[in-house]
């Protein structure tokens, strides 16, 4: 088990119009550090501001030789898979973070229960840590039928295709040690990633522990998912594609 001793966790939190979330988030994340924390946000200069709180926040809980909270504001790149990958080179490279985590900014994904990621990394061996919404104790309370059942079929057939590992291969809601996403890029424009990076952590043989988490309705905003069954078909049809692709290559 690699030397995990007080390692510095780096939050990736990537923004698209959250303003009325993204402070509560970093307070919440924040809050609940199990050791030494920073929150990175990657925010692709949302028009209702975003960046502009996370400037404020940043200003309050900033300390004199302590960073604990950054932006990064995109001016001429946007998408939320190069968005978590502009977050993960710069916790890595620029701040030293032995582990990266990241998660949707729209409080579906309680910060609370990061830490059982983190803990998952370093007190119990694993390499990635993934909040699941499909196994014991994990629940999706956020998406209506129609959501689910398509997430279900996806995930089933991501197992069948990539191994069972893992039951929620569209989670979002992850942590890895540095090493792994130095080896592993993320590759897609949206949610596919995920598929595509657990797909080839597992079939790698790396260890990825699954922690169960209850995704909560967002309160505030919108989602960047459409709600019609066109939208979700065209989605799926890219995860389906990110499952084969992994397979086809390991
Ligand atoms: N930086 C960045 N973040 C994005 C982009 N699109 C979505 N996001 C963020 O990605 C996360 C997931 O989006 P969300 O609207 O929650 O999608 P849903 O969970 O599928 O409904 C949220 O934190 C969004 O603000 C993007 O183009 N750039
Ligand atoms: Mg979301």
């Not at 200069?45 to 030789?65: C, F, H, I, M, Y």
């Not at 993960?88 to 309680?110: F, K, N, R």
Request: include cysteine; proline fraction near 5%; charge should be negative.
């Amino acid at each position: 088990m690699p030397d995990l001793t007080n390692p510095l966790v780096c939050t990736v939190l990537p923004t698209y119009n959250e303003r009325d979330n993204i402070g509560p988030l970093i307070r919440g994340v924040l809050a609940h550090a199990v050791t030494s924390h920073m929150v990175l946000v990657v925010d692709d200069d949302s028009p209702d501001g975003t960046w502009q709180v996370v400037e404020k926040v940043a200003t309050e809980l900033n300390r004199p030789g302590e960073t604990r909270v950054v932006l990064i504001r995109r001016m001429d790149e946007s998408g939320l898979t190069s968005a978590i990958q502009r977050g993960i080179d710069e916790g890595v490279h620029t701040y030293g973070a032995d582990i990266i985590t990241w998660m949707d900014c729209d409080l579906s994904m309680p910060p609370e229960d990061l830490p059982n990621l983190v803990r998952a990394i370093t007190e119990e061996g694993a390499d990635v840590a993934v909040g699941s919404r499909w196994i014991p104790g994990g629940a999706d309370v956020a998406h209506g039928t129609m959501a689910r059942s398509l997430s279900w079929i996806i995930n089933r057939y991501a197992m069948t295709l990539l191994g069972d590992q893992v039951h929620d291969y569209t989670s979002g809601f992850i942590a890895a040690r540095s090493p792994v996403l130095e080896a592993i890029r993320l590759r897609g424009d949206y949610g596919e990633y995920c598929i595509d990076l657990l797909g080839r952590a597992v079939r790698q043989g790396y260890r990825v522990q699954e922690i169960p988490y209850v995704c909560v309705p967002r309160t505030a905003g919108d989602s960047k998912t459409g709600a019609n069954l066109l939208d979700y078909l065209g989605k799926g049809r890219k995860y389906v594609g990110a499952a084969w692709n992994v397979k086809r290559e390991t």
